[in-house]
Every structure is written in C-alpha cells, then in structure tokens.
C-alpha cells in the first residue's frame, strides 16, 4: 500500500534551516510528483511547492522562492524539503503529498512533520 | 492567485442530517477543453492529514462513503454531507489545481449540533 513517511519533529532557532524527508513506499516513484503543504498551528494549508522525482524539476511558490529547495533521491525513493531562514512565522506541521502531475489533487499525505522556530 | 472562499466558517447539524459547505473561485476552474472542473474537497480531522474526499469537483475518492458529494462547475462548487455521522466531525477544504499557485478555501469546520 502507498505509504509517505516523514521524518520527526524539528525545534529550530530563527535564522536557521530545517530539512524535512518523506520517504515513499507501494509504488513506483518516480511516477508521481510529490507536493509540499504546510499548516501553521491553528490555520489552513498552503501549498510550498512540488518536485517531479523523474527529472527533478521544481516549481516553488513565489513568496517561499529563495528560501525553499525540493530535491529527491531515487536510491532511497525519498524527497527532502529544506527551508532556511527560518522565522517564526515558519512555525507550521510540513505535509508530503503525492499528485499524479504537477498541477493536481493529492491522493495521499505524509503523517506531518511539526517545525518549531523558537529562540 | 486564484482565491477559494469557503462558507460557512463552521456549521452544527443534528446526526443524520444534512451538512452543505460551500466555495466559490476568484475564477473559473473549468478547463473546456475536456470539460473537468480543477476542483477537490479533503476532510481534516483533529490531528491527522487531510484526506482526499472528492476530485474533477464531483468524483468521490475510492473508499468514501457515498454520503459524501460534491457539485459545481466554473466557479461555484458545493460539498454536502448527506445523514451526518459522528465520525463527520472535521475541517472540510476545498482546493484548486487549475493553475500555480495551488490554493486552498480557507476551511469550514463541521461540528453536531
């Protein structure tokens, strides 16, 4: 079955970068794009961005262009997201999606992954 | 961008009876060409990721229940949820996938009155 499991809770200071992984299992990899959601305590989703683990094309959203990098790697059928400059308005739970392209609905979730910018 | 506005922010309704949230696009979702609406409907409950309930607007996800239904074209799409069930309870959003920036609705919490 299709499974997309995160890697743990991350405490960080402001000024910092956080990388979060999603390791994909059940199917074939690089068949899917895998979007980047993100969900501040208490608020809705928004989408970071997406990476095509075929190619490892990316299209980030414009107010995280900069600060966000997607990449993937094929060996272990895992994506990573890396955010720097950490404010804490990053403060958020970090979900891998899986869509069938890069403009699509997301038919499974990662658990989540809570980042904490804190000093 | 395109912008999702959800109505109500949140709804009771008694068990068994019927919950309708609504959401409306800044503009059209519809691509003609192959007459599909670029819209899906995810259920959040308390803790856990969202779950994909309803996709091209109006096609339910294997697995849910078919109390569970979406309508709409262009810009104004529905979700209803058909004999409320206990396990209902959750933040309800709606997403397009038309055009970047994917957006969501700002989400409509559902709860027994």
């Known amino acids: 079955q299709v499974q997309l499991m995160q890697s743990g809770a991350e405490v960080k200071m402001p000024g910092a970068s956080v990388r979060v992984s999603c390791k994909a299992s059940g199917y074939t990899f690089t068949s899917f794009h895998m979007h980047w959601v993100r969900q501040a305590p208490g608020q809705g989703l928004e989408w970071m961005g997406v990476?095509?683990?075929?190619?490892?094309?990316?299209t980030y959203a414009e107010n995280l262009q900069g600060r966000v990098i997607m990449t993937r790697d094929t060996s272990t059928s895992t994506v990573y997201m890396e955010l720097s400059s950490l404010r804490s308005e990053d403060t958020a739970v970090f979900y891998c999606a899986r869509g069938m392209t890069g403009t699509i609905y997301f038919d499974y979730w990662g658990q989540g992954t809570l980042v904490t910018v804190s000093s | 961008d395109i912008v999702l506005t959800q109505s109500p922010d949140s709804l009771a309704v008694s068990l068994g009876e019927r919950a309708t949230v609504n959401c409306k696009s800044s503009q059209s979702v519809l691509y003609s060409p192959i007459n599909k609406n670029y819209l899906a409907w995810y259920q959040q409950k308390p803790g856990q990721a969202p779950k994909l309930l309803i996709y091209?607007?109006?096609t339910r996800e294997s697995g849910v229940p078919d109390r569970f239904s979406g309508r709409g074209s262009g810009t104004d799409f529905t979700l209803t949820i058909s004999n409320l069930q206990a396990e209902d309870v959750a933040v309800y959003y709606c997403h397009q996938y038309y055009s970047p920036p994917l957006t969501f609705g700002g989400g409509t919490k559902v709860e027994i009155k």
């Open positions: 990476i095509n683990p075929s190619g490892g094309s990316t």
């Open positions: 091209w607007a109006s």
